[in-house]
Each structure stands twice: as C-alpha cells, then as structure tokens.
C-alpha cells in the first residue's frame, strides 16, 4: 500500500541504550529483551490513543488551535483518510503494536446517524487495510457518547429516552467495529454519565439505565460472536461533578449490584486515581486483589492541578508501582498499556509526538525492570508476609479461617496487654525502593 509521509524527518525508532544522546531513540525500552521470562514488548502491549495524537487540536479555554499537524489542511472524509495513513505511519516508526480509539475519532458525524454509520463503515475499511499490511492491532474501541450537544445531559443516564436510545445505537455499532477490527478489549468511559446537582436528579433510574445499557452491550457482544474483554474506566468528576463510576471501589460496588461482575474489568487511568483522591497504585491493586485488573491508561496528572492533565507518563515512581501491580497481576493481556497521553499545547510540532511517547515508553520500561528485581527479591513481600505473621498461627489462624467468635477472642484478650510496639518500616521500605530504581540495570 502506498503511504504518505508525514514524518519525514523520522525513521524507525530504536533501542540506543541509555547513554545515546539521540531524543529520537529509546534509551531503556527494548522490546525484545527478556525480563521474567518474556520480551519487554508482551509485558508492556504498549498502545497508541487515536484521540490525543491525531486529533487533538491544541485549542483550550484560553486559547485556539495551535497544532501543526501535516495532514490538516484537508476537511470531512479526506481529513478522516490522512489521519489513517498518519496514524499507522506513526505507530510504524514508533514500533507500537496496538491503538485505541473512539467512533468519532476516525470519522465524522453526518447528517442522520445512518449517514455517520456509512462513513464509520468507509473509514473502517480503510482502518482495515493498514492493520492487515503492517500488523498492528486494535487493543480497544469504545464509543464517544459525551462530545455532541446531545449530551449534555449524560447518554445512557440522560433524562430523554431518545437519547438514551441513540446511544444505544451507537454502542451496537462501535461492538460491530470492534468485531469487524478484532479488538482485544471495549471499554465504556461514561463522560457525561453522572448529575452536577441531585435537585433534578432521578439517582436510581440513572444508575438502573446504565446497567441496562451495559446489559444491553453484553448482549448483543454475545449475539455477534464479540470475544474481547468488556473494560470499565473509572473517573470521579469532570466533566460532570460526580460520575457514577467514581473509582474502582465505586464501579465494582456498581458490577456487584447489577450482575455485572464476571463481565467487566477495569480500565484504569492514572490521573483518574489522581483526581478520586488515590494513588494510581492504590486502584490498580483494588482491581487486582479482586481480579479485576484489565487494562491500564497510561499518563499522569499534576497534583498541583484539579483537572484531567493527560500528561506523558514520566514520574519512575509511579511507572515502577504500576508495574509492581501488573506483575502480580500476571501481565495484562489481553489488555495493555495506552498513552491516553497529549503532549502539551506548547509542544505543538509534530515530532514532539514521538518525544512524547518516547518517553512514557522509556519510563514504563525502566519501571518494569525495577520492578521485576524487586520481585525477584521479594524486597515488600518478605516485609508483608512478616508484618502479618501472627494471622499464620494461633488466635490469628483462628480468626482467618472463621473459627474466632466475639466470646472466644474476648476470652483470649481479656487478662493480656496489648499494644502496637512493631514498627511500619515506611522510611527504610522507601529507601530500599529508592535504591533499586538508582541500581537496578
């Protein structure tokens, strides 16, 4: 297939080691370079956001676009085309084997939705081609139902059963995309799925209407022969004030009531932990101790900020505790790591899109490799399986395995002191965690 080019100025990225001075190189991320066993490549499934990268425009509350970006200038269908062929161009030199997506990343809306479905169905087409030709891969498609006027007042939770209805259908096209492209995983972000003020809001039918859209979902994923893994993406606030899948804890409480459980897996964001008020670390563990780990949104937030940032993962912290968690977790797949990620408005040219995601994929990679050693040493787990040693033997064996009662674990404190003299280690833990990310190789 004959490509337009669109980053001349780039060539595939390559692994340079960590004393190479070259910006367009990896210095840590090497793909084929085994750590517990597999390449960096299938612990990491890293994935390209269709959104942020080729179509964000740069245009702010303060400020109007000011994105250069080599295949505008065109508009409707033809733009659609050029951000396909800029798209797999792109994640070709980048080395990136998935990208995510919504319906109305890729094309535009027309008239009637029958008309947006057609050019949903061109642009597919197109899509379908260049994934057969380069190999990439769809890790996951959802649908947008929050941009258009429409939904001003949330989609499946609106309070007009038309709207309710439109999105419906739009989610049976986007489940009949993602069965078309062989995506991995569909992930629902209810955008606009919350109230910004319970005044005029019907709390139960809201969040009974939701359930029954993702009912609904299941379903016909089940009539059509769809196989990937359904993905839920929790965000407390913004752009509603409260969003009904506020975190992991609130969405699986949501799953649990609604029988939804065995069917949904989290799609965690790191700065959407930032903005409930968690640690990025903290939601990725409550998914997995529950064994609800999916998928994960790789970016960070600003604490200094109270909005969704989508900055380029660069905090090694961060990058090392996630993938502590992902480890445990047995990897991801079929989920993976997507930069739903934007460069800032001030890094407006087009390469700064490979600086971007250089390095988020650098500081995942280091994050892995400092990560495995510490598992492989069992640096936190030893200090764990220590800390709770008295729930192994005697009144602590008891209470784990239900045999405990108030009357017997009164009986047994009744005549002893108790205190807590054991310290928490917390300053000689962070420090160990420092040494590793300054030593580990």
Request: overall charge negative; hydrophobic content about 40%.
């Amino acid at each position: 297939m004959d490509v337009a080019t669109y980053f001349p100025e780039v060539t595939r990225i390559a692994y340079e080691g960590k004393r190479s001075d070259n910006p367009l190189s990896f210095k840590y991320y090497n793909p084929d370079e085994i750590v517990l066993g597999k390449p960096m490549k299938e612990h990491l499934r890293f994935s390209v956001a269709y959104w942020h990268t080729f179509t964000l425009s740069g245009a702010d509350p303060f400020g109007l676009p000011n994105m250069i970006r080599p295949w505008d200038g065109a508009t409707g269908m033809d733009l659609a085309k050029r951000r396909v062929e800029a798209a797999f161009e792109f994640m070709t030199k980048l080395g990136v084997e998935y990208f995510c997506f919504h319906d109305r990343d890729i094309a535009p809306e027309g008239d009637t939705l029958r008309e947006t479905n057609r050019n949903l169905d061109e642009i597919v087409a197109l899509i379908k081609e260049y994934m057969q030709s380069t190999g990439i891969k769809l890790l996951w498609n959802t649908q947008n139902l929050f941009s258009n006027p429409r939904f001003a007042h949330g989609a499946a939770t609106a309070p007009d059963a038309d709207v309710f209805a439109y999105a419906a259908a739009q989610v049976k096209k986007s489940l009949e995309i993602a069965k078309e492209l062989g995506a991995e995983n569909y992930v629902f972000w209810g955008g606009r799925e919350g109230y910004e003020t319970l005044l005029n809001t019907d709390l139960k039918l809201e969040l009974d209407n939701y359930a029954r859209l993702l009912q609904m979902a299941v379903d016909y994923a089940d009539e059509i022969g769809f196989t990937g893994q359904f993905l839920i993406e929790p965000k407390p606030k913004e752009p509603t004030k409260h969003q009904y899948d506020f975190d992991v804890q609130s969405g699986l409480a949501f799953l649990y009531h609604y029988g939804l459980k065995d069917r949904f897996k989290f799609n965690i964001e790191a700065n959407h932990a930032t903005l409930a008020g968690h640690t990025f670390q903290h939601e990725l563990r409550f998914a997995r101790i529950h064994g609800l780990l999916g998928s994960v949104d790789a970016n960070q937030g600003d604490p200094l900020l109270g909005w969704d940032t989508d900055e380029f993962p660069t905090n090694l912290y961060e990058t090392t505790l996630a993938m502590y968690e992902i480890l445990l977790n047995g990897g991801l797949a079929p989920g993976g790591l997507n930069f739903d990620a934007k460069v800032r408005r001030a890094s407006m040219t087009p390469i700064d899109l490979f600086y971007g995601h250089i390095a988020g994929m650098d500081s995942f990679a280091r994050g892995l490799k400092v990560a495995a050693k510490l598992l492989e040493d069992r640096v936190f787990e030893r200090e764990i399986e220590e800390r709770y040693e008295s729930y192994r033997t005697g009144i602590g064996k008891d209470i784990v395995e239900g045999r405990a009662t108030l009357k017997s674990l009164e009986s047994y404190v009744i005549d002893k002191r108790v205190t807590a003299t054991r310290s928490g280690r917390q300053e000689v833990l962070l420090a160990k965690l420092n040494q590793y990310l300054l030593e580990t190789e």
